[in-house]
C-alpha cells in the first residue's frame, strides 16, 4: 500500500478495512515519530485541513526538554509562526499509507509540516531531504540507497515503571540478554533469536517494507536488518517507519529494541547503520556508478570524493548522538578516520562493485542506527554534489585503512558541530539557519552531559581523592 497512493485511494482502504484510528505522525529533529491518533471518521478532514500540532515540538532535545525558547517577543528562533507554541500542520502523504498490523484497526500515515498559510515548516526534515533530492535532479540525477541497519533486542525484566522512575528522561529498563553474542552468522545463535525474529518477520511484511534479510551480528543480543535498494526518501520513510515499528512490537510482547550506537551493558558491542548509495540517471534508469573498464565511474569517484570530503562535517547527521563517537576504533569494523577503500569494511567509505556490475555502489560506514535518515541521506547528496560540482580529485584508496596516515574522524560530538559550523558546502547546502537550529539543539544535549556526574568519575576520583 504505497507508492502513488492518492488520497481519494487511502480513505478508501480505511473504510474497506473498516479502520477505527487513524494515526497521523512526522519525524522530529531526531528521527523519532511524533503526531496524533484520530478517529478513523476525521481522516478526510485531516487530508482538506492537516492536525495541528503544537510548534514546541521541533523545540526539544533527546530529554524532550524544549530548549528553544518559545514565549519570547519574535517567537522561538525569531520566527513569530513559532511563538507561544502555536500550532504547525502534519499535512499526510497518501502514499505512505499503511495498515499496522500489531495495532488493532490503526492505519498510519506519515506527514509533512505546514504553516497554516500553506508554507513548508523549515525545520521540518523530511522537507530537508526533499530540498536536497531537487537539487541533485536538476543536476541530472537521482539517488537510490539501501541500508544495513544494526541494533540489539534484550528480554524486559524490569519494565522501570514506578513513579520514581519517571523523569526527563525516565529509569530504562532492565534487560537481560537473548543470546551471549561472539557468534558472527551462526545458526545456533541465530535460532536462539528465531521467536523474536518470527515475530518482526511477520508485522514488517505486512507492512509492505523491502526486507531482505535478518542476521544475527556479533555482538550479544544483536540483530542486523537489511533494506532493499529504493529511491531515497523512500528509503528515509521506510526507516522511520522500520525502527518505529521493531520499538512498538518488541516492547508489546516484553522484549526491548534499542536503536542506541553503544549501550551501556556488559560486552554488548556498537551498532552502525550502513549506507548504500548510488546515482542514476532519471530518464534511463542506469545506474551510473557503473564503470565498463574500472571498480567505479568517473561520476562515482567525483561523487565519492565529495562525501569524503565533507565526511568531518556531516558527521553530526550521521552520527548525532554523543554515545555514537565511542563506536571509531581502530580495528572494529568501523571507521576511526577519512579514507575510503575498495570492497574494505575496515574504511568509511567502502566501494562496492566490478567493471560492468549493476550493483556498483557507495557504503559509508559511519551512521549510527539513531540517526535521523532524511539528514543523514541530505547530508550525503549536499557532499556528493560538491564532488561533482568541482569534480573533486579522488585520493588514492587504502588497503589498510587503521594505518594509513589520514585526518581522523571528529572523538566527540563536540569537535564533529565544530566541523559542520567550519563546511561552508553543508551550511550552503542546508541553510545556515537550519544548521545553527540543528546545532543549538545537539549543543543542549552536550550542556546537560557535561553538568551529570558519571559513573565514571565517581570511581576515578571518589576514593583517591
Known amino acids: 500500500m504505497k507508492n502513488g497512493m492518492t488520497a481519494t485511494q487511502a480513505l478508501k482502504e480505511i473504510e474497506a478495512h473498516d479502520l477505527k484510528f487513524v494515526r497521523f505522525s512526522f519525524a522530529d529533529q531526531h528521527g523519532i515519530l511524533r503526531g496524533k491518533t484520530l478517529a478513523a471518521a476525521e481522516a478526510k ?3 482538506e485541513r492537516g492536525v495541528t500540532v503544537p510548534s514546541t515540538l521541533l523545540l526539544k532535545d533527546t530529554s524532550h526538554k524544549t530548549v528553544i525558547p518559545t514565549f519570547t517577543r519574535g517567537g522561538a528562533l525569531g520566527m513569530r509562526e513559532l511563538q507561544g507554541a502555536a500550532d504547525v500542520l502534519m499535512m499526510p502523504d497518501a502514499s505512505t499509507f499503511r495498515i499496522l498490523p500489531w495495532a488493532a484497526d490503526t492505519g498510519w500515515f506519515l506527514c509533512d509540516l505546514a504553516f497554516r498559510d500553506g508554507r513548508p515548516v523549515p525545520m521540518s526534515t523530511r522537507a530537508v531531504l526533499r530540498s536536497a533530492l531537487e537539487k541533485l535532479r536538476k543536476a541530472g540525477h537521482e539517488l537510490v540507497c539501501g541500508l544495513e541497519l544494526e541494533f540489539h533486542v534484550f528480554r524486559i525484566v524490569d519494565p522501570s515503571l514506578r513513579p520514581s522512575d519517571a523523569g526527563q528522561p525516565g529509569t530504562p529498563p532492565e534487560v537481560e540478554l537473548l543470546n551471549t553474542g561472539y557468534q558472527h552468522l551462526t545458526e545456533q545463535r541465530f535460532d536462539q533469536f528465531d521467536p523474536v525474529a518470527e515475530l518482526l ?43 518505529s515499528a521493531i520499538k512498538q512490537v518488541t516492547r508489546r510482547n516484553g522484549y526491548h529494541a534499542s536503536f542506541m550506537c553503544r549501550p551501556k551493558i556488559p560486552n554488548v558491542m556498537s551498532s552502525g547503520w550502513h549506507l548504500h548509495q548510488s546515482l542514476r540517471d532519471p530518464s534511463s534508469g542506469k545506474n551510473v556508478f557503473v564503470s565498463d573498464t574500472d571498480d567505479l565511474s568517473e561520476t562515482g569517484r567525483r561523487y565519492l570524493a565529495g562525501v569524503l570530503a565533507h565526511a568531518r562535517g556531516a558527521s553530526p547527521f550521521s552520527t548525532p548522538t554523543l554515545n555514537g563517537y565511542k563506536r571509531f576504533r581502530p580495528y572494529s569494523l568501523a571507521p576511526d578516520r577519512l579514507v575510503w577503500g575498495k570492497d574494505d569494511r575496515g574504511a568509511l567509505l567502502r566501494v562496492i562493485g566490478a567493471p560492468g556490475d549493476p550493483t556498483t555502489r557507495i557504503e559509508n560506514r559511519m551512521g549510527e542506527p539513531a540517526a535521523n535518515p532524511y539528514l543523514y541521506i541530505a547530508s550525503q547528496v549536499h557532499s556528493g554534489l560538491d564532488g561533482l560540482a568541482r569534480q573533486l580529485a579522488l585520493p588514492p584508496s587504502s588497503d589498510s585503512p587503521y594505518e594509513t596516515q589520514a585526518e581522523a574522524l571528529p572523538h566527540t560530538l563536540a569537535e564533529a558541530l565544530g566541523f559542520l559550523k567550519a563546511d561552508e558546502t553543508l551550511c ?23 553538568l551529570e556526574v558519571s559513573d565514571w568519575e565517581h570511581r576515578e576520583y571518589f576514593d583517591i581523592f
Open 201 to 243: 518477520r511477520k508485522n514488517l511484511a505486512a507492512l509492505h517494507l523491502p526486507l531482505r534479510s535478518f542476521e544475527v551480528e556479533y555482538g550479544p543480543s544483536q540483530f542486523e536488518l537489511t533494506l532493499g535498494p529504493q529511491p531515497a526518501l523512500e528509503c528515509a520513510d521506510d526507516v522511520m517507519l522500520v525502527r
Open 45 to 47: 478532514t485531516a487530508f
Open 428 to 450: 550552503a547546502g542546508f541553510g545556515r539557519d537550519f544548521v545553527d537550529y540543528f546545532c543549538r539543539i545537539k549543543q543542549a544535549e552536550i550542556d546537560r552531559f557535561n
